[in-house]
């Protein structure tokens, strides 16, 4: 009997906890499916509409050039974050080299600083070099937020593989780029996906530095919605639709990694 | 041997990407805040003021306002946070069709950008249409027509809240990674021993959770800190300055007022701050490793 | 077939000496193993020798090439870890395969001489399979298959066995012993387990922190060990070691009375095997103690008497029934060894 009441509160609660996680997606969701006098009530009983995605990709917003935007910055900042810092990882991983511990604190520590002490520099520098709102600036500066980070969870993955298969094979003979080749990449190949996705993630929602350093041209996603506060007020139905194209692609490449969530992202903190 | 090349070599792109775009601008930055330099007077860098950058925030108001803002909103966000996180993971640490869609949607808001939390929540508790201003009014008759946002007590609840639904999930997952390294042999022996759920939890396997506790402690914290997209895009610092961390008022000197070199050495203490806590943080990590091997 | 030397080797990791400077010739064909307890050494010189440590000073000879520089992939050697080392995302045929594909040979070759040493260690049915499919005994013969499939000039076995169960354990024992004849391959073999040892190396090397204590051929390191460490270590069950000293050309402890050649002394330490003691009458017993314990192994029972510190162990046969508490008696056996060992140093005495 006692277990039957814990039973229902447990799925209470769970019940809960799922609608608090949903509740502000879905009425984001809702919203943008509105016209715009029904955006401003609470009903539930509407007409849906898409015409606010069409609204949002056509002038004066002009949404698609910002998923562009993010899309390039984003994918370019995985494309040269990752293999650089698998490399590293794999060296901090493997390699006994002198000062690994300081060096790799040095990396650690770069996370913990916060990006407004960077972004100073770097918008005075970019407006030297002519190159604010350009997405190569973006992804100059998105790769300082990302590489530490990404170095740390795919060390963490590589530290996870057992050593044996990688002796195993110098000793059948391979040399140690072979190895990393032939025997680590595939098998941490999970991890190494994981960890570009993640890192994909963080590009697509970084805010500050896409705020100060662009004006047009490179603007991003994120703060491709500040667009929609105009004087007259904000266009909420117009910024729902657009916060759905922010969240949809990272939604469905969450759900995808979410699995070895645990072990990548808190295979530093935990044994 | 020929390793020992191939040790450094393989750890050269990642380093010359970390030394160019964070190691410079840190040091270039550290120089600035010694300087005076308001952007819209000059073009160039000033002239070396010493430590008077420094010197002038410990006597202005906006950066005292700000100290205090960031303290009430880190440990708030710390404390609820890990209580949540504590508990939910505890809650969705068994098996069951219902755990497992709890966990996997869980990731959710972690996934989502805080800058469009910040949205999202002010449309959400616009007190005439958002859904829940209205929803919390009908409920609880007493919260009828509170003005959330423009409230400075209330606003900096709903800018907690943002960041709370945000971290929690990240939180969690910690927490259970935590809870999942405890061997379940402690509390089974504690059942047989007698005891029941509530103090199997609380003298058995949160006494384990002592230093996972710790460490997601001081990780949240370093993260509340660097909080800022949802002060842009929820309250705007506001009312008044009563939302404006010190991460908000950093970007608010330089690139509302273009003080470049009030606004580096800002940037700075903010940076010392967080270094302290990083180091606490590291050696947690290292001295927890050393007992989990127990 | 090769020899392998390890001439005045020796290892340091930082400020702690891992290994002492110490030689030691592997003779070509041979089986060494060796043996000892957790942390003596011997895994850290077999990785010397297989070039997955660095040697702090010394050289390290395989036929007679120095090969203190060379990369593992260079000395033609084949290892055997203990957890197999296999490649999780490779299936048989390909871990089997894979030191060949590195050397080069075609496909059509490699698939032939990977299926010729699939059939010898029976597994050319599970070629397809993935590691994570395979129980733990598969698994070690995929391990086994990847060392044999070329000819190297040196095995090396890093406990290969100690993650099997028992039975099987005892199972693989024969076969690696009948590879070994087959292939006479140089074999340098690492285990704790003193029975592994004892069945299948020509010669067995006992370490101790760092330190070779005792080379010889099996029979030799059980009948004449050259201390106590080695005496203790060696034999299941170990040897009865008793702590006395000898007076009037007899060694003397509490219960006990053995007569010795050896002058007077004390600091003695008596060692007897318990199958060189048997059980007597009365009359002229040399030990005399009451039953403390009695395990039946099935072919023989080990009956421990106690008297106070002095603890021995005997083997008796299958059908006794002494009870426990009941006086025995005990005396060597009349071909049976007894070894004298100085207490403080442990070293034997020659009588």
């Known amino acids: 009997m006692k277990n039957r009441i814990y039973w229902a509160i447990e799925r209470t609660l769970l019940l809960l906890v799922s609608f608090v996680v949903l509740f502000p997606i879905f009425w984001m969701f809702l919203t943008s499916l509105k016209k715009p006098r029904d955006a401003y009530s609470i009903t539930l009983n509407f007409q849906p509409t898409l015409e606010n995605f069409a609204t949002v990709f056509a002038d004066p917003w002009n949404l698609g050039s910002m998923v562009l935007n993010s899309v390039i910055v984003a994918g370019v900042t995985v494309l040269i974050a990752v293999p650089c810092a698998s490399l590293a990882a794999y060296s901090f991983s493997r390699f006994r080299v002198k000062g690994r511990k300081i060096l790799f604190f040095l990396v650690l520590s770069t996370q913990f600083i916060p990006a407004v002490v960077i972004v100073l520099p770097f918008f005075l520098m970019f407006r030297s070099l002519g190159l604010l709102d350009t997405r190569i600036a973006l992804i100059i500066v998105n790769l300082a937020i990302v590489t530490p980070f990404v170095i740390w969870m795919i060390k963490g993955f590589i530290d996870a593989i057992p050593v044996d298969s990688e002796e195993a094979a110098l000793i059948d003979g391979a040399s140690r780029l072979r190895v990393i080749r032939d025997i680590v990449l595939p098998m941490a190949a999970p991890g190494i996906l994981t960890s570009s996705i993640f890192c994909f993630i963080l590009t697509w929602n970084e805010f500050l530095f896409s705020l100060i350093l662009t004006r047009r041209d490179a603007v991003t996603l994120p703060v491709g919605l500040v667009n929609f506060r105009t004087e007259r007020g904000d266009l909420w139905e117009l910024m729902s639709a657009a916060g759905v194209m922010i969240t949809v692609p990272i939604f469905i490449m969450a759900i995808l990694i979410q699995k070895h969530f645990t072990r990548g992202m808190t295979a530093g903190a935990i044994k | ?294 | 077939m090769t020899e392998v030397r390890l001439v005045d080797v020796e290892k340091r990791y930082g400020a702690f000496l891992a290994l002492p400077k110490q030689s030691l010739t592997i003779e070509e064909g041979e089986f060494l193993v060796l043996l000892g307890p957790s942390g003596c050494g011997k895994t850290t010189t077999m990785r010397m020798i297989a070039g997955l440590e660095d040697i702090t000073s010394g050289d390290i000879l395989i036929g007679d090439e120095r090969v203190n520089d060379k990369p593992p992939k260079d000395r033609d050697i084949a290892m055997v870890f203990q957890n197999y080392g296999l490649y999780p995302h490779m299936t048989v045929a390909q871990n089997i395969g894979y030191p060949l594909k590195l050397r080069g040979m075609d496909r059509a070759k490699r698939n032939e001489r990977v299926l010729e040493i699939a059939k010898k260690v029976e597994l050319e049915t599970l070629l397809k399979r993935r590691p994570s499919e395979l129980s733990g005994g598969q698994r070690q013969r995929v391990a086994l298959a990847r060392a044999i499939v070329r000819t190297p000039k040196i095995f090396l076995m890093d406990e290969p066995l100690s993650n099997l169960d028992a039975k099987l354990r005892v199972t693989m024992r024969a076969e690696l012993k009948h590879l070994h004849y087959e292939l006479g391959v140089t074999t340098v073999y690492v285990t704790h387990d003193q029975m592994e040892a004892m069945t299948l190396a020509s010669r067995i090397a006992v370490m101790r922190e760092g330190r070779i204590v005792q080379l010889d051929t099996p029979k030799k390191i059980y009948s004449e060990p050259i201390d106590l460490f080695v005496a203790g270590f060696i034999g299941s069950p170990s040897m009865n070691l008793i702590e006395g000293a000898v007076e009037n050309g007899f060694f003397v402890a509490k219960g006990v009375k053995i007569p010795v050649q050896l002058a007077d002394r004390r600091d003695v330490v008596l060692g007897v095997r318990p199958e060189d003691l048997e059980i007597v009458k009365q009359e002229g017993a040399a030990i005399t103690a009451p039953a403390y314990a009695l395990e039946l192994t099935g072919e023989s029972t080990l009956l421990t008497v106690k008297d106070g510190a002095t603890s021995i162990c005997v083997r008796g046969p299958a059908d006794l029934e002494t009870k426990i508490d009941e006086v025995c008696y005990l005396a060597p056996q009349a071909g049976g060894r007894i070894h004298l060992f100085d207490k403080s140093t442990g070293t034997r005495i020659d009588a």
Not at chain 2, 152 to 178: E, K
Not at chain 2, 223 to 248: H, I, N, R, W
């Open chain 2, 1 to 294: 041997m020929q390793d020992r090349f191939l040790s450094y070599a393989l750890l050269v792109p990642a380093f010359v990407i970390v030394l160019a775009t964070t190691i410079y601008p840190l040091v270039y930055s550290f120089v600035t805040s010694f300087r005076e330099w308001d952007l819209t007077r000059q073009r160039r860098p000033g002239d070396f003021v010493g430590f008077e950058n420094y010197a002038h925030a410990v006597t202005e108001t906006g950066f005292q306002n700000s100290l205090w803002v960031t303290t009430i909103f880190v440990v708030t966000s710390v404390a609820l946070t890990l209580l949540l996180a504590m508990s939910l993971a505890l809650l969705l640490r068994r098996k069951g069709s219902l755990h497992t869609f709890t966990r996997i949607i869980l990731i959710l808001p972690f996934a989502m950008s805080p800058a469009l939390i910040g949205v999202s929540y002010r449309f959400m508790f616009n007190p005439e249409f958002g859904v829940l201003a209205v929803g919390l009014g009908s409920i609880f008759p007493g919260l009828k027509d509170t003005p959330w946002l423009a409230d400075p007590d209330l606003a900096m609840a709903v800018l907690i809240a943002t960041d709370v639904w945000h971290w929690t999930p990240y939180m969690t997952f910690m927490c259970l990674g935590g809870l999942a390294s405890i061997p379940r042999e402690t509390e089974e022996a504690a059942r047989i021993d007698g005891a029941s759920g509530f103090r199997i939890v609380w003298e058995i396997v949160l006494p384990q959770m002592k230093g996972v506790l710790l460490v997601t402690a001081i990780l949240k914290t370093i993260f509340a800190l660097k909080m800022f997209d949802q002060v842009v895009t929820l309250t705007g610092g506001g009312p008044g300055t009563s939302t404006e961390t010190l991460a908000y008022f950093v970007f608010n000197v330089g690139f509302e007022w273009y003080d470049m070199g009030y606004a580096s050495s800002l940037a700075w203490i903010l940076t010392l701050i967080m270094m302290l806590i990083s180091v606490w943080y590291v050696r947690m990590l290292l001295s927890e490793k050393k007992m989990a091997t127990v």
